[in-house]
T-cell receptor
Framework: EAGVAQSPRYKIIEKRQSVAFWCNPI?????LYWYQQILGQGPKLLIQ????????DSQLPKDRFSAERLKGVDSTLKIQPAKLEDSAVYLC???????????FGPGTRLTVL | KQEVTQIPAALSVPEGENLVLNCSFT??????LQWFRQDPGKGLTSLLL???SQREQTSGRLNASLDKSSGRSTLYIAASQPGDSATYLC???????????WGAGTKLIIKP
C-alpha cells in the first residue's frame, strides 16, 4: 500500500513570496490533515478535511494561508505572502476516518529567508 | 485547554538498557492516546494507540500504559538498540473532531 506522498521535500523562498505544497493521501482515506511543525515542537494542526469539506481550520492563519482538497483526494496548502516565522516542516497526514490512526507523509521543509 | 508535556526533552542511554519515556496531559477527557516515532527528515510513524478505556498496549519491545485519572502515560522500551534512536512524541485525541494535541517530544539516543 502506497503511503502519503508530499512534494516538494524542500523549499527555500524569500519573505513575501508565495509557496504551495501538495499532498496525496493514502487511497480511500476520507480524512486529511495539514500540520505545521516548528523545530523542537510537536506538530500543530492547521486544517482538517473530511472528504472535501473542512472540519477544523481554527488554527489556520487565514490572512496568509489557504488550503483546498478538490474531489476529496489530493490537497494543496498555500502561503501568500510568506513570513520568516513560517519556516517549519509542513506535514500532511491521512486517516480512514476521523477517529482512526493517522499516517504521515515525509513532510516539506520550508525555509523563509 | 489541553496541554501535553513530555519529560525529559532528551535522553541518552547505553545499548541494552530498559528505559521509560513519560507523557502527561492536563485534561482526562481524552478519546485515546498515541505514541509516535519521528526520525530526522522523515514523517511520524504511529507506534501504539491506547483507547481511553484501556490501560496498556504492547508491540514487540514496546509497552505503553495509560492512567487517565492521573493524566499520565509511559512508553517502556525493553532492551534498547541503536536503531531505537529517534524522537518520540505522544499525542492525545479529544473533541468531536478527535483532534490530536501533541507533546514536544523526547529525543532518544542509544549509544552502541
Amino acid at each position: 500500500e502506497a503511503g502519503v506522498a508530499q512534494s516538494p521535500r524542500y523549499k527555500i523562498i524569500e519573505k513575501r513570496q508565495s509557496v504551495a505544497f501538495w499532498c496525496n493521501p493514502i487511497s480511500g482515506h476520507a480524512t486529511l490533515y495539514w500540520y505545521q511543525q516548528i523545530l523542537g515542537q510537536g506538530p500543530k494542526l492547521l486544517i482538517q478535511f473530511q472528504n472535501n469539506g473542512v472540519v477544523d481550520d481554527s488554527q489556520l492563519p487565514k490572512d496568509r494561508f489557504s488550503a483546498e482538497r478538490l474531489k476529496g483526494v489530493d490537497s494543496t496548502l498555500k502561503i501568500q505572502p510568506a513570513k520568516l516565522e513560517d519556516s517549519a516542516v509542513y506535514l500532511c497526514a491521512s486517516s480512514q476516518n476521523l477517529a482512526d490512526t493517522q499516517y504521515f507523509g515525509p513532510g516539506t521543509r520550508l525555509t523563509v529567508l | 485547554k489541553q496541554e501535553v508535556t513530555q519529560i525529559p526533552a532528551a535522553l541518552s542511554v547505553p545499548e541494552g538498557e530498559n528505559l521509560v519515556l513519560n507523557c502527561s496531559f492536563t485534561d482526562s477527557a481524552i478519546y485515546n492516546l498515541q505514541w509516535f516515532r519521528q526520525d530526522p527528515g522523515k514523517g511520524l510513524t504511529s507506534l501504539l494507540l491506547i483507547q481511553s478505556s484501556q490501560r496498556e498496549q504492547t508491540s514487540g519491545r514496546l509497552n505503553a500504559s495509560l492512567d487517565k485519572s492521573s493524566g499520565r502515560s509511559t512508553l517502556y522500551i525493553a532492551a534498547s538498540q541503536p536503531g531505537d534512536s529517534a524522537t518520540y512524541l505522544c499525542a492525545v485525541s479529544l473533541g468531536s473532531n478527535y483532534q490530536l494535541i501533541w507533546g514536544a517530544g523526547t529525543k532518544l539516543i542509544i549509544k552502541p
